[in-house]
């Protein structure tokens, strides 16, 4: 079982940052991959980045390229997620999630946390 609380949401200009955090709770965390998705208003929750679970393999949307960086530290049991360059279109509740491989699909995924908000402003 793990237990994920996300934080470090906000509002921000755009063209500002945020960084994202997910502290995960269990002995087990260094097990899982992790990924981060968002959902918009009236949207689908979409992926965004994931990150297998030693580090070695790390998956973006394409939306988010170049200016997400997603990152983990196991010892302290969390997930980052760096955001720069934020657009309006990133606005979203921010969601991270455990799995036992890393994907792109919810499906694959078997723990979440509650969301954290993300708005950005123009």
């Known amino acids: 079982q793990v237990q994920l609380v996300e934080s470090g949401g906000g509002l921000v200009q755009a063209g500002g940052s945020l960084r994202l955090s997910c502290a995960a709770s269990g002995r087990t965390f260094g097990s899982y991959a992790m990924g981060w998705f968002r959902q918009a208003p009236g949207k689908e929750r979409e992926f965004v980045a994931a990150?297998?679970?030693?580090?070695?393999?790390?998956y973006y949307a394409d939306s988010v390229k170049g200016r997400f960086t997603i990152s983990r530290d196991n010892a302290k049991n969390t997930v980052y997620l760096q955001m720069n360059s934020l657009k309006p279109e990133d606005t979203a509740v921010y969601y991270c999630?455990?799995?036992?491989?890393?994907?792109?699909?919810?499906?694959?995924?078997?723990?979440w946390g509650q969301g954290t908000q993300v708005t950005v402003s123009s």
């Open positions: 990150i297998s679970w030693r580090g070695g393999r790390i």
């Open positions: 999630a455990a799995a036992w491989v890393a994907g792109t699909r919810e499906g694959e995924y078997d723990y």
